[in-house]
């Protein structure tokens, strides 16, 4: 899945704040977000799916922080909550995509995503068929929609940036590779 269906999938986790601390909110969200998008920064420096994905570690994380934040609730601990929270299942979601390959619509990687404490990568479930699908995008606008009525003007020029920077990366992905290619 894209960085904007992970961002997306935060949104929708800080939406129970509105009704139970709506004054934090906001800080859930924009936090959510960015964790949603963090771990994908791997693709820049390090290995993708490997440097900054731990679908199993960063609940070790993820949960005191929640408890954290449930017992002081305050700005700091709920956006480090949700932020790892969205790390999280973003590191576990990448499972039901598509390879590590450059054109994962062909299907020549077995790796998804890294399990750190098993030492091995898991095998793509391809349930989104790869990353910028058509069924990815509407992942990301279905996905941010309940946040994007709820939130505050913020949080919502955020959102609609998503949808419009996914849009684009639906509309480039299959001749990425290509262009990636001519540069390097
Ligand atoms: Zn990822």
């Given at each position: 899945m894209m960085a904007t269906t992970h961002a997306a999938v935060g949104l929708l986790l800080a939406l129970p704040l509105t009704v139970l601390a709506p004054e934090l909110a906001p800080a859930a969200a924009l936090a959510a977000m960015i964790g949603g998008i963090f771990p994908d920064l791997d693709l820049v420096a390090?290995?993708?799916?490997?440097?900054?994905?731990f679908p199993d570690y960063y609940w070790l994380g993820a949960v005191p922080a929640l408890a954290a934040a449930a017992l002081a609730p305050g700005t700091a601990t709920v956006a480090a909550a949700w932020f790892l929270l969205s790390a999280a299942v973003h590191s576990v979601s990448d499972v039901f995509g598509a390879g590590?390959?450059?054109?994962?619509?062909?299907?020549?990687?077995?790796?998804?995503?890294?399990?750190h404490s098993r030492s091995r990568w898991i095998a793509p479930r391809?349930?989104?068929?790869?990353?910028?699908a058509p069924e990815d995008y509407l992942l990301t606008v279905c996905l941010l929609a309940p946040g994007l009525v709820t939130f505050g003007p913020t949080v919502r020029r955020v959102a609609l940036a998503l949808i419009a920077v996914g849009g684009a990366y639906t509309l480039v992905r299959k001749h990425l590779p290509a262009v990636e290619e001519r540069l390097l």
């Open positions: 390090g290995i993708h799916r490997r440097t900054l994905h590590t390959e450059a054109r994962p619509w062909e299907r020549t990687s077995a790796e998804a995503v890294y399990l391809y349930w989104v068929r790869y990353d910028g």
